[in-house]
Nanobody, 128 residues
Framework: QVQLVESGGGLVQPGGSLRLSCAASERSFSPYAMAWFRQAPGKEREFVARISSSVGSTYYADSVNGRFTISRDNAKNTVYLQMNSLKPEDTAIYYC?????????????????????WGQGTQVTVSS
């Protein structure tokens, strides 16, 4: 059982930046692909970004590509989401997720059903 704990959320003005962190309990963190999803009020959970276990290949949702960067530090069992140029529409609860299967195609990588473990989420609010 992998436990994931997100941190770093908060209130930020439009155009600002935040860095989210997700710490994993699992010592063998490195084999897991990791991802960030988000869910805004009244909307379905949506894919944000994913990073593979080995070479660190990344995927991004079109809505965040060029503004957000996902990265990982396997020595610290932690995955990050650097969010720049934030917009009000980025307001959501952000969730970290782990996938035992690192090699997936683009379509399944974006599906929440592909992920085995989830964190509790951290609130990000973008407002002036």
């Amino acid at each position: 059982q992998v436990q994931l704990v997100e941190s770093g959320g908060g209130l930020v003005q439009p155009g600002g930046s935040l860095r989210l962190s997700c710490a994993a309990s699992e010592r063998s963190f490195s084999p897991y692909a990791m991802a960030w999803f988000r869910q805004a009020p009244g909307k379905e959970r949506e894919f944000v970004a994913r990073i593979s276990s080995s070479v660190g290949s990344t995927y991004y949702a079109d809505s965040v590509n060029g503004r957000f960067t996902i990265s990982r530090d396997n020595a610290k069992n932690t995955v990050y989401l650097q969010m720049n140029s934030l917009k009000p529409e980025d307001t959501a609860i952000y969730y970290c997720a782990a996938d035992r299967l690192s090699n997936r195609g683009s379509y399944s990588s974006r599906s929440s059903t592909s992920y085995n473990y989830w964190g509790q989420g951290t609130q990000v609010t973008v407002s002036s």
